[in-house]
C-alpha cells in the first residue's frame, strides 16, 4: 500500500490532464490523455502501480516551490556533497499565451534536473503501469529513449541516459557537476496512432521556457487580488484554473481518486469529474482571484451537454465527465490496495444518478455574477438558463440527496431550498438579459414560498440555530450559505446564533469545522471540512465579527502544504490531510473568504487609519 503523505505531493497540470509529484522527486499519479483517463503511475494508490522517480543518492534536505506565476515545480536537494534542482512540468502548448494556456497542449511530462553546486548522484527510476496499474508493458529502448506499448497505450520516455530494463522497469544513476544537466520528457499516444518522436534536451528544455512564459502570461491577465493572503489567494486561482479542461471548459472537482476521508474507511469517491455546483463556485472563485474569461466556455459547454435533460423532465444531472459524458457509472478496482488501505479504489462516480436541487442556484447564481463579463449571451444558452429557473420552481418542494450526496433516504434539506431561491433571486435578476420579463410575477411568487417555508421549518428552537433539514435539529455546516448567498443579512439575530452555534459545536479540537455529525448512511467517520471552516470565516466576516475570521480563516489556511495546496480535509486526531488532493471545494473557500474578510476590512476602517 501507499504509504506517503498527501501533504507531500504538489500538482501539475496542462488544462488537460494531471500528475502529482512527491517531495522525493516521484510521480506517483499520472492520468492520460485527460483528468479522468486512466492512470500510467498510480504508485498513490498502491506500490505496484507505477511511478516515475527522479532523486539524489543519499541524505538530502528538500525544499520546493512553484515558480512564480505558475505552476511548474521547482525542487531543491541540498546534499553534503552539492546541491541540485529538479523542474517538473505539463508542457503547455507551443505559443499558448494567457486566455489560449492549455488550448494545444501536447500531453508531455517535462523533468529537467541541473546540479547548481558540487557534485550530485542522481538515481532515475521508471516503471509504467498501464490502465491504474493492471499492465505491466515491455520497455523496448530506442535511440535517445524508451518505448512502452500496451493495451491502449504508447508512452515515449525520452532521454539521452542509458537505462537498465528489467521487468518493465527502467533505471539509471549518473553524477552530474556543477552547471550539468539532465532532462527527460513522457509523451502519450493512443496505441493505433503514431509512435511519438524523441525529444532532444534541447525542444525539453524549450518547452520548458514555453510553459513558465504560458502560465505567467495567464497570471498577468488574471491575478488581480490584492488583499491579505494574496500569495494564498492567487495559488489557488492558479490551481481552480489547472482544474479547466481546456477542450470543452469543463471543471473537475479534483484530479485524483479514492483518497479517503477517513484513513480505512469506505468514503473513497473519484472526484476527476464536473460537478456542476463545484464548476459554478470555481467560476466565482476565479472572478474574485482572477478574471472571468473562462465562463462563457462553460455556460456554453453546459448548454450544450445537459439542455436536452431538462427540456425532457428528467431534470439537470449533478455532474458529467469532463467531455460531457452522461453516465459515469462506478465500479471498484479491486487489485488496487489503496492509499493507506482504504478501500474499495473507485473509478466513476455514482452520485451521477442522484437528485441535488442546489444545482439550479450554483448555476445562475454564477451568471448573476459574472453577467457584465459574459456579454450578450446566445439564444440556446438564454434558454437553457430559464429552464433551469423553472426546474428550480418545480422540483424545490421534494427532497433530494442534498449538497453532500447523503447515500441514505432523500430529505428536505435546507440548503436544497436555499439555493432553489437563490436561483429563482437571480432568474429575476438576469430577466431581462434572458429576454422573459413576464416571467418574473411568477418566479417571484415561488421565491417567497420558498422564504416562508425555510423561515418556518428550518430553524429549529432546540438547537437555536437553522438546522441540516427541514424539522431536524441536526447542524450542518451549509446553512452558512443563508448570509453569504444574501438570504439574510449576517447581523439577523439567528444567522448570528446559527453562525456561533457552529462555532461552538460543530467543531473538532483544532477549531476545524465538520460538514455534520449526524448519520449519512455510510459506515464509519470522516474528518473536518476546509471548506466548511473557510464559510465559517466568510460568514463571521459578513456579521462584522472580523478578528474572528481572521483567526478562523488562518486556522485552515494553515493546513495547506509548503507548495500553497489544500485536501478536502482533515484528520481531527492528527491534523493530517485526508481526501482527495488537491481539492477545489477547499480553495474555493479560501479564495472566496479571503475576499469577504478584505472587504470587511475596508468597510470596518474605510479611510485606511
Known sequence: MSNVPIAEYALLSDCRSAALVSRAGSVDWLCFPRFDGPSVFARLLDEQAGYWSISVVGPSEVSRRYLEGTMVLETTFHTPTGRAI?????????????????VNSPGVLLRSIVCVSGTVEIACEYAPRFEYGLISPPLRPVRGGIVARGGAEILMFSSPLAFLIEN????????????????????????????????????????????????RTWSDLHQTYKGPWRELVHQSGRVLQAFIFRPTGAIIAAPTTSLPEFIGGERNWDYRYTWVRDACLTLEALWVAACPYEASRFFNWMAAVVATQLRGGTGLQIMYGVGGEHDLSERTLSHLAGWRASQPVRVGNGAWKQRQLDIYGELLSAVRLLRHQLGKLDTITCRFLVEVA??????????????????????????SKLMCWVALDCAIALADVLEVPDRIDEWARTRAQIRAAILEQGWSEQAQAFTQAFGSDDLDASVLMIPIVGFLPATDLRVRATIDAIAERL??????????????????????????????????ALAGSIEQARATFERAASFANDVGLLAEEEDPTTAELLGNFPQAFSHIGLVNAAWAISSGMKDANPHGV
Open 390 to 415: 423553472d426546474a428550480a420552481a418545480a422540483h424545490w418542494q421534494e427532497p433530494d440527496q442534498g449538497i453532500w450526496e447523503v447515500r441514505g433516504d432523500p430529505q428536505h434539506f435546507l440548503h
Open 168 to 215: 518493465s522497469q527502467a533505471s539509471a544513476r549518473f553524477i552530474l557537476k556543477a552547471g550539468k544537466q539532465a532532462h527527460f520528457a513522457l509523451q502519450h499516444r493512443a496505441s493505433w496512432e503514431d509512435k511519438p518522436p524523441v525529444y532532444p534536451p534541447v525542444a525539453i528544455a524549450r518547452s520548458l521556457r514555453n510553459t513558465l512564459r504560458g502560465w
Open 86 to 102: 529538479l523542474i517538473d512540468a505539463m508542457a503547455i502548448g507551443r505559443n499558448a499565451r494567457g486566455h489560449d494556456l492549455g
Open 507 to 540: 467543531t473538532d479540537q483544532h477549531g476545524l469545522v465538520y460538514r455534520y455529525r449526524a448519520s449519512d448512511g455510510l459506515a464509519g467517520k470522516e474528518g473536518t471540512f476546509l471548506l466548511c471552516t473557510f464559510w465559517l470565516a466568510h460568514a463571521q
